[in-house]
């Protein structure tokens, strides 16, 4: 049924329906597009988990290296969360003048070799321990507003949000499955065995991101 037409100014105005296109999801397995969501996933999980651990945990674990200095809440406040925002302010000059792939190979190095340096523990100095610490959350942040800005590049807007739907979701999963095995490994284990496992994660990231990282044609 034709809708009423509108006057405005003495001229008659017929008023138009909106056309809405009906998105095709499917396109986000597409093998293009299914092989960018497949190595993000991996991407997100390997950046999720360790991070994870050190912002849930991270009084647990400084006071486990035996640092006697500062206080371990204080020390996790100073030492991850403050470096993780200096990282993340220093990629908005970063990130736009380097290619995609050697950021994300480069970081993941870097939080590989600190988490892996960190392992012997006790017999590290307080300075040493704080110095990898901040290295790694520095690296972490510059390498974190990669997790939005890959998406942006790689997806089509059609399938974007759906994207960054799986791909929040499979990281959760990693974070719960952290959350709940990070105390028993912990007891289990030991604080070195943990930062090994830690940095083993971030190596794989390395790994495939060497094997399977884009790079956006546009860049």
């Keep these: 049924m034709r809708r009423p037409s509108r006057v405005r100014l003495g001229i008659e105005l017929e008023e138009i329906k909106p056309e809405v296109k009906a998105v095709d999801q499917t396109a986000l397995f597409k093998p293009r597009n299914l092989k960018n969501l497949t190595y993000l996933s991996v991407f997100w999980i390997c950046q999720a988990i360790p991070v994870t651990v050190l912002l849930m945990f ?39 003048q380097f290619a995609r792939r050697p950021v994300t190979l480069w970081t993941f190095g870097i939080m590989a070799l ?31 507003v990669l997790d939005y800005v890959y998406p942006a590049e790689l997806f089509p807007t059609s399938v974007r949000s759906t994207a960054l739907g799986i791909l929040g979701s499979i ?33 794989l990231g390395f790994i495939v991101s060497w094997i399977w990282a884009p790079e956006p044609s546009h860049h």
């Design 58 to 96: 991270g009084p647990v674990l400084i006071g486990a290296l035996g640092t006697s200095s500062f206080d371990t809440d204080v020390g996790q406040l100073v030492l991850t969360d403050s470096f993780f925002l200096i990282g993340s302010l220093a990629a908005i000059k970063i990130v736009p």
């Design 114 to 144: 600190s988490l892996a340096l960190l392992s012997p523990g006790s017999v590290l100095s307080d300075f040493v321990v704080c110095l990898l610490l901040s290295v790694y959350a520095l690296s972490y942040g510059v390498q974190s």
């Design 171 to 203: 990281s959760r999963v990693g974070v719960f499955v952290v959350t709940l095995g990070f105390p028993m490994a912990f007891q289990g284990l030991g604080v070195q065995a943990v930062l090994l496992i830690g940095a083993a994660i971030c190596m």
